[in-house]
T-cell receptor, first 113, second 113 residues
Framework: DADVTQTPRNRITKTGKRIMLECSQT?????MYWYRQDPGLGLRLIYY???????NKGEISDGYSVSRQAQAKFSLSLESAIPNQTALYFCATSEDDSYYGYTFGSGTRLTVV | GDSVTQMEGPVTLSEEAFLTINCTYT??????LFWYVQYPGEGLQLLLKATKADDKGSNKGFEATYRKETTSFHLEKGSVQVSDSAVYFC????????????FGKGTRLHILP
C-alpha cells in the first residue's frame, strides 16, 4: 500500500455540488498539507495541519475547508464547487523537521462542470 | 517572503544530451533545498536534497549543489534518457515553525529518442 493514499483518483462533479477529497497516511507524520496544481502555476498551498488541533490556511484557502479527523487522515472539502476549482489536488505529509521533504500522494484529478 | 524561481519550459533535448535546469531562491536564513520530479499521471517524488551550503545532492545520475553565494541550486545530469521526461520542481523549506515547502513553478522536460 502507498504511504499516502488519496481518494478518489478522478472525479467529475457539477457546479454547486459539495465534494470531499480524502487523504490518509501510514507514515506516522504529524504534518499534512493540501496543494492544488494548475498548468503554469505550479503547486499552491490550500491548507496545512501540524497536528490534529492545529489547522492553518494556505495561500488559496477561499472556497475550501479541511478536517483533520485523526493523525492519519486529512480531508479537503469544496462546499460549493465552481469550474475554476478544476485542478489536480495533492496531499502531502512531512516529518517535524526542515531537513525532510514531503511525501506526496498520487493526486486527485477534479473536474467541475 | 521566501521564493523559488526556475527556468521556464518546456525543455527539449535529445537522448544522451547534458541537462541543466536552473533554479535560484530567495530566503532568509539557511533553508533546505530540494528537487522533486513528477512523472506523467503521478504525484511528486523527492529526487534529491541539500541541507547546507556547498552540499551536493545526487540521485539517479542527477546532481545539484547548494550555492549560497549565488543563491542557486541548479539541477544537472550528464546524459539524459527518454525515461527522464517529466516535470521537475525546485523547492525550499526554511527552518522555522512555519516550515512549509515553497515550490517553483516547474520545468517540463522532453527527451527525444
Amino acid at each position: 500500500d502507498a504511504d499516502v493514499t488519496q481518494t478518489p483518483r478522478n472525479r467529475i462533479t457539477k457546479t454547486g455540488k459539495r465534494i470531499m477529497l480524502e487523504c490518509s497516511q501510514t507514515k506516522g507524520h504529524d504534518r499534512m498539507y493540501w496543494y492544488r496544481q494548475d498548468p503554469g502555476l505550479g503547486l499552491r498551498l490550500i491548507y496545512y495541519s501540524f497536528d490534529v488541533k492545529d489547522i492553518n490556511k494556505g495561500e488559496i484557502s477561499d472556497g475550501y475547508s479541511v478536517s483533520r479527523q485523526a493523525q492519519a487522515k486529512f480531508s479537503l472539502s469544496l462546499e460549493s464547487a465552481i469550474p475554476n476549482q478544476t485542478a489536480l489536488y495533492f496531499c502531502a505529509t512531512s516529518e517535524d523537521d526542515s531537513y525532510y521533504g514531503y511525501t506526496f500522494g498520487s493526486g486527485t484529478r477534479l473536474t467541475v462542470v | 517572503g521566501d521564493s523559488v524561481t526556475q527556468m521556464e519550459g518546456p525543455v527539449t533535448l535529445s537522448e544522451e544530451a547534458f541537462l541543466t535546469i536552473n533554479c535560484t531562491y530567495t530566503a532568509t536564513g539557511y533553508p533546505s533545498l530540494f528537487w522533486y520530479v513528477q512523472y506523467p499521471g503521478e504525484g511528486l517524488q523527492l529526487l534529491l536534497k541539500a541541507t547546507k551550503a556547498d552540499d551536493k545532492g545526487s540521485n539517479k545520475g542527477f546532481e545539484a549543489t547548494y550555492r549560497k553565494e549565488t543563491t542557486s541550486f541548479h539541477l544537472e545530469k550528464g546524459s539524459v534518457q527518454v525515461s527522464d521526461s517529466a516535470v521537475y520542481f525546485c523547492a525550499l523549506k526554511n527552518r522555522n515553525r512555519d516550515d512549509k515547502i515553497i515550490f517553483g513553478k516547474g520545468t517540463r522536460l522532453h527527451i527525444l529518442p
